[in-house]
């Protein structure tokens, strides 16, 4: 299964948007990026339109 790297930013408290890079092995870059939702807004209590994805790109295997 491809590994993908989902990029962007989320709105933090205080009028601060904070980056983050997460990967995650799915099927589809549309699945990563389903994932990459469900996990920043499960851990950061953040709402889905206050997370913005940047990029999502598969990671070559070595």
């Known amino acids: 299964m491809p590994m993908y790297t989902v990029s962007g930013r989320f709105y933090a408290r205080r009028d601060d948007w904070q980056v983050f890079h997460k990967q995650h092995d799915a099927p589809t870059p549309d699945q990563a990026r389903e994932w990459a939702l469900s996990e920043i807004g ?16 598969e990671v070559l295997p070595e």
Do not use: E, L
């Not at 851990?43 to 940047?54: A, E, L, M, P």
């Open 42 to 57: 499960g851990c950061h209590g953040i709402q889905r339109r206050s997370i913005r994805i940047d990029t999502i790109a």
